[in-house]
């Protein structure tokens, strides 16, 4: 029991590495998800086969993998960042991809005559998206997009194998001074509860808010 | 048929689905102010037909001109081509997300950039003019089916096109809502509007439209007036159909 409360400031600091990683991770899968997505319904060509390989190539790439070639990989080509930075990027970029199948697969419930309708007004493919079929695809995405959201989290934890601070890799610390391994973990998992437990509770009244019936 | 002022022009239009030729060499030509019934056994290309005309459908060789312009590839262009004609959908295809003065509004305020007002006000026109008027706030779901695809005549109207393509518009109707759609039709027809009638309503054919076209297998196998077309159809094809729809 004081495990907690003898390192509360180490489990802090691991407890707010992982919010941020989740954060900044979870801001970039969506935005990226949202990008590849409209390019695989694209009507030109080259985008669809860009999100197409996007989707394929970091959907079956083991996280651990992407991890390595992001940490190890890019500094070659001369991008050093921070790790914390290649984390967001690792975590994020590997996500968009389910992010994206998670779209495609609400703007494909979307009626296909809602998209005829608007473009035979003269709406563009952009409009068309953004004014017609997201809006409608939106409703059926959320459930999906937050659990999406809390394997992200989950996720978050190889960051700790490469240094970046977070809740996970506290227990190494915490083991080296001799604090019974049990209740160490279990004080790990209450933080992860807490995070994910958060994201369900934001993703429900979204669909409180916005996913009703028509 | 000599068109004096032609507004949609088809010349040699071709479109497969795999294996099957579902417009084959059409030439079709549809004056300004016209109104154009295409009737014909289903199966037989009239929605393709009608689709081509906007580009929902791409066609493999051919020429489409609307106005005086070649039909574009993807992009602004095609958009821009688009706004210029209407298009009336059996399944009305109202914006389920939209109340129906936005359904009316939407593409005014994003490809006529009009302020909102504006638009709004053009709306409540038109919702007037097809009687609906008291309806604006509701959604599409809370209307009947007449009412929906009355609702979507407006939305048409409201880009100010020049022509109006309708594909069976009356179809998904129960009996009794058909007339007031057809109602709205006939009244466009009197003012002027270019309609391209996709139906198996007759009496409209014989009411309001100029030319009667029958398609059959992907052709265009007759283009004539009501009066001659119903009275005296020239082919056998025509002659089978007719006699099949108009005995009950
Ligand atoms: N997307 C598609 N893919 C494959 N075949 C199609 C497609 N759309 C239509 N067809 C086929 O093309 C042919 C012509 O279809 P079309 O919808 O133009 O006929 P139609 O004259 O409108 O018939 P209906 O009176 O039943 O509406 C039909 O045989 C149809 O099965
Ligand atoms: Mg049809």
Known sequence: ?214 | MAVVDPLIELRGVNKHYGALHVLQDVDLTVGRGEVVVVIGPSGSGKSTLCRAMNRLERVESGEIVIDGQPLPDEGKALARLRAEVGMVFQSFNLFAHKTVLANVSLAQIKVRKRKREEADGRSRELLDRVGLAAHAEKYPAQLSGGQQQRVAIARALAMDPKALLFDEPTSALDPEMINEVLEVMQQLARDGMTMVVVTHEMGFARSAANRVVFMADGRIVEDRTPEEFFTSPRSERAKDFLSKILKH
């Open chain 1, 1 to 214: 029991m004081d495990v907690l409360t003898d390192n509360f400031s180490l489990y802090g600091e691991g407890f707010l590495g992982t919010v941020e990683l989740t954060v900044y991770a979870s801001a970039l899968a969506l935005v990226l998800g949202f990008v590849m997505a409209s390019f695989r319904v694209a009507p030109v060509g080259s985008f669809r086969v860009f999100g197409t390989v996007w989707v394929t190539v970091l959907r079956n790439t083991p996280l651990t993998l992407l991890f390595f070639a992001v940490m190890l990989g890019l500094p070659r080509f001369g991008l050093v960042l921070p790790f914390e930075v290649f984390a967001v990027l690792a975590l994020g970029c590997y996500t968009s991809a389910f992010i994206c199948e998670v779209l495609r697969s609400g703007i494909n419930t979307v009626p296909r005559g809602q998209g005829e309708a608007a473009r035979s007004l003269g709406m563009t493919f952009t409009q068309t998206l953004g004014a017609v079929v997201l809006p409608q695809a939106f409703r059926t995405v959320i459930p999906p997009i937050g659990s999406t959201l809390i394997a992200l989290a989950k996720n978050s934890a190889i960051a700790g194998a490469f240094s970046v601070t977070e809740l996970l890799g506290t227990y190494k610390t915490l083991s080296e001074l001799g604090y019974n391994i049990v209740w160490t973990f279990v004080w790990i998992a209450v933080g992860y509860l807490i995070i994910t437990l958060t994201i369900s509770a934001i993703f429900h009244v979204l669909e409180k808010r916005w996913g009703v019936a028509r």
